[in-house]
């Protein structure tokens, strides 16, 4: 399998502007621009940290209700969201690591497996493999209602 990905920039690191495009058409000349990557002036398009975060909050989480069905656990709901910490040192920006917030729905499981299936994904889905900064995790197990 091959995914593919394309991006288009025009003009000045700063002034100029960009567009991405996914072979899914999912993203099809999505803005991208200096503003929307480093400010915080609410401009709307997306940044090539965001799309990673994105992508490792989409691969945990499958590879997480993988995990689970294959222990023959049936989600209700997962729920991840990825932090990427993007910072500026030594003249440049670096990604220092990558924290999961894990949060999952999941009946007949007790914590201890839900923690032990999180890590084990967070371990092994494709994007954290990718990667070559620290991932950090914390995976909170919703409580069953009573019935």
């Given at each position: 399998?091959?995914?593919?990905?394309?991006?288009?920039?025009?003009?000045?690191?700063?002034?100029?502007?960009?567009?991405?495009?996914?072979?899914?058409?999912?993203?099809?000349?999505?803005?991208?621009?200096?503003?929307?990557?480093?400010?915080?002036?609410?401009?709307?398009?997306?940044?090539?940290?965001?799309?990673?975060?994105?992508?490792?909050?989409?691969?945990?989480?499958?590879?997480?209700?993988?995990?689970?069905?294959?222990?023959g656990y049936i989600p209700e709901e997962l729920s991840t969201?990825?932090?990427l910490d993007l910072v500026f040192e030594n003249g440049g920006y670096t990604i220092?690591?990558?924290?999961?917030?894990?949060?999952?729905?999941?009946?007949?499981?007790?914590?201890?497996?839900?923690?032990?299936?999180?890590?084990?994904?967070?371990?092994?889905?494709?994007?954290?493999?990718?990667?070559?900064?620290?991932?950090?995790?914390?995976?909170?197990?919703?409580?069953?209602?009573?019935?």
């Amino acid at each position: 399998m091959k995914r593919k990905a394309s991006a288009v920039w025009n003009g000045s690191l700063k002034e100029g502007k960009g567009n991405l495009t996914t072979q899914s058409g999912a993203l099809k000349q999505q803005m991208y621009s200096f503003n929307t990557r480093f400010g915080e002036d609410g401009t709307v398009g997306t940044n090539p940290e965001e799309l990673i975060a994105a992508a490792h909050a989409g691969c945990f989480t499958m590879a997480t209700g993988a995990t689970l069905n294959g222990e023959g656990y049936i989600p209700e709901e997962l729920s991840t969201e990825a932090t990427l910490d993007l910072v500026f040192e030594n003249g440049g920006y670096t990604i220092k690591g990558i924290h999961l917030e894990l949060t999952g729905n999941v009946p007949g499981i007790d914590n201890a497996k839900f923690q032990e299936i999180a890590q084990n994904a967070k371990a092994n889905c494709p994007v954290s493999k990718a990667l070559s900064v620290p991932i950090t995790l914390t995976a909170s197990l919703v409580a069953e209602k009573a019935v």
